[in-house]
């Protein structure tokens, strides 16, 4: 587990690595929000201070003609304000664990003679999201807003940033490196592909572009419940260090 400062410097990352269409900063609030997206990290609340007032994150929202929605991290350090939470009525969902490891680490375990991979090929990797990565990414998730993601979220992203494809849109990935740290997201394999090294591939490519540019540890978020994802980072050398969760406001 990291010290409570370094939990803090990973949020605070994690928020640059994926940053919202509107972001403020007010009263130990970063207020994010998103409208042309669903996702709860783009559209909800993250507490810069132990315990901040609620009633400004119900106001920005309102204003917004949005359901309030607070992103308690790290939940560990935020256990006065989730209760606050809890107590006006706001209801918890979108349990997140937040993993870390060391890149050296993370090089060894997902280094090709390491893994067991049949098929694994090559992964380009480039500094923004074309074209084909976009495809390659809502093909590996299904995912129909990929991009409105790619115009809304990723050409905001400011510190240095790889997108790894790998060869046949099998699997693909991005990396934000800042302040020696590197956060891997959108980590997918295409559903055909799965249990074959690709995703190994994806990851050892984007630590080794990671530690050329001074990372020297890496993170990443990925739901509580996706067994087969904590699995598959617990091999690459992943820990848990904290986990966070969403209060929503009541309706």
Known sequence: MLLVE?????????????????????????????????RRRSNSALPLADRPEAALVEDFYARRGARALVQVSPAEERTGLDAELARRGWTR?????VLVAAAD???AATAPDAVLATAPGAVALTDRPDAGWIA?????EDRADAGEHAHTVLARIEPPTAY?????DLGVGLAVCE???????????????????????????????????????????????????HAFYERA??????????RAAPR
């Open 6 to 38: 370094e939990m803090l410097l990973v949020e605070e990352l994690a928020a640059r690595g994926w940053p919202a269409g509107e972001a403020l900063r007010c009263d130990g609030w970063l207020l994010r929000h998103t409208p042309s997206l669903t």
């Open 179 to 229: 302040r020696g740290w590197a956060g891997l997201f959108c980590v997918a394999t295409a559903g055909s592909a799965r249990r074959r090294g690709i995703a190994s591939h994806v990851v050892h490519a984007l630590t080794t572009w990671a530690v050329k540019r001074g990372a020297r540890r890496l993170y990443l978020q990925v739901a509580s419940a996706n067994a087969a994802a």
């Open 93 to 97: 969902e979108g349990a997140t664990d």
């Open 105 to 107: 680490v993370v090089l």
């Open 136 to 140: 390659a990414w809502a093909a590996c």
């Open 164 to 168: 790894a494809r790998a060869a046949g």
């Open 237 to 246: 050398g992943f820990t848990r260090s904290h986990g966070y969760h969403y």
